[in-house]
């Protein structure tokens, strides 16, 4: 089954999401659970929590999220990495509430420390936070790694950079999300068939097949390994649509979550989304 939508606004109440995902043709969507640039958030709502969840279950749809932009679990600010923490673990206890069974999140950044210092200090504050969620809030809820595209001081934008992670964390929790454009930037080039079952090898080598449990699905405004994170929209940037057709038509991940993250609105979403939808070849 192709898993395919967009990320989707949750403007006017969580249940409203819904609204967007059939405007959008998407049966996978991907949400923010509260603003997405503030550390403050209100207690979620019973009343919310079974609105939503009874629309995704109404129309069949696959919902993942996309914790805070603001969490650094890498930093050296005591107080950042302190909120950074606590934010983390009330978007997993989010999730269990909403029925969302995985929190996209991108690593964090290494300002002040090497790679290798960032690298740990994620993984060691991800294990904490996934013992501190095991019993209670959360067990229930996949903590999956972005790939980013190395802008600025950010983590994860090497395959080795994650494999590190997941062997240092070592839980079950721990997932992957390829982002295209990412990855692109990061300099895998997967715009040819060989590129992309390279990545797919090394990814398999490094990490495997099995942790790889969504997609961010994104063409880029910026070239090759420019480590810059601009998102276009399918087949209008230097990526193109081959890609997007080796994904959509690669059986090892039907059933795995696809969302776009494109330029635009509902309008433009469901466009990218047709252009996906007509590569399916399988």
């Known amino acids: 089954m192709m898993l395919l939508g967009a990320h989707v606004s949750i403007a006017g109440g969580l ?10 043709g998407s049966n996978a969507i991907q949400i923010f659970t509260k603003n997405q640039v503030r550390w403050d958030f209100k207690d979620l709502q019973e009343e919310t929590a079974i609105n939503f969840k009874n629309c995704i279950n109404k129309l069949n749809i696959t919902p993942i999220s996309h914790i805070s932009y603001l969490i650094n679990l890498g930093s050296t600010d005591e107080n950042v990495e302190k909120k950074s923490y606590n934010l983390f673990i009330e978007e997993i206890k989010r999730c269990h509430i909403l029925g969302i069974k995985q ?12 790679e290798d210092e960032a690298v740990k200090k994620i993984s060691l504050n991800l294990k904490k936070i996934i013992k501190e969620t ?10 999956t790694i972005e790939t980013t595209a190395g802008q600025g001081a950010a983590i994860g934008y090497k395959l080795e950079h994650i494999r590190d992670m997941i062997g240092i964390i070592d839980s079950d929790r721990m997932k992957v999300c390829v982002d295209t454009c990412h990855v692109f930037a990061a300099g895998y080039d997967i715009r040819s068939e060989d590129g992309y079952n390279n990545f ?17 699905l994104n063409d880029s405004m910026k070239d090759l390994s420019s480590k810059i994170d601009r998102h276009a929209g399918i087949g209008k940037g230097f990526i193109g649509t081959d890609t997007f057709k080796f994904i959509i038509n690669d059986e090892r991940f039907d059933n795995t979550p696809m969302v776009v993250e494109t330029p635009g609105g509902d309008a433009e979403h469901k466009q990218d989304i047709d252009i996906i939808k007509s590569l399916r070849i399988l």
């Open 15 to 24: 249940e409203n999401s819904c609204v967007h995902a059939i405007q959008t």
């Open 103 to 114: 929190l996209v999140f991108h690593p964090g950044s290494n300002k002040n420390l090497t």
């Open 134 to 143: 095991d019993v209670l809030h959360g067990g229930d809820v996949s903590l």
């Open 200 to 216: 797919m090898e090394k990814f398999n080598r490094f990490i495997g097949l099995n942790k790889l449990s969504a997609f961010h």
